[in-house]
């Protein structure tokens, strides 16, 4: 398995109404408003965070039916928040609002948007991002990433990103061992209408897969 076979899983995946509806509530209210309001400040911030949630859901449903996935690090609501300790050991810390980061030396190194490990002891970290062009300078994040995450973990670690709209000829994509577009995806949440997630509680879905990040 490979951030290549992970990318095909994507591809492959059918977009559920409620992946989209888990996606959306995972936002706090006030953006889930946003996301349907095109008029306000917070609109675009919405709609990436809704795409980087959504795309989380399709990994988890697309994770719990192939059994070449091992664990998908929970993120966003799913995510259990532990306050900062300025003492405990390098690695995985989630923040208040379930953002995946990891810490050096007591201080914030990196965040990531998705951990999957495969059956076969690859570990995948991914980038989720609505408009490519703006990644344009994103080869030495990558790169710093992946080394960081290779000292924590050790062994190889592969870099899959995931997109909205068509990637083109980008130099960071040279740091990249898959990537893949799901086409629109930001605008899913326009199958929906507004009171199917604005006032609705998370319930998360049932996932063998999903473990916490500390121990991906």
Known sequence: MSAA???GLLTAAEISSGEIRRAAIHLPK??????YDETSR????AV???FE???YEILLSAGEASPAVSSVAAKLSDAH???YDKYAKDGLWYSKDGGIRFKVQARVAAEIDLLVKTADGVRVFGEVVVNPAKAANLASEVAAKRALLERLYG???QFLFVCANPAKEL????????AVVITDGHLHYQRLHPNEVLHKKSAPAKSTKRVDGSVW
């Open 155 to 157: 062994g190889p670690v």
């Open 171 to 178: 130099k960071f994509l040279q740091e990249t061992d898959a």
């Open 5 to 7: 076979e992970i990318a």
């Open 48 to 50: 990436g965070e809704f």
């Open 53 to 55: 949630a959504l795309v």
């Open 81 to 83: 928040y532990v306050p």
């Open 30 to 35: 006030p953006l889930r408003a946003a996301l």
């Open 42 to 45: 917070e609109h675009r911030t």
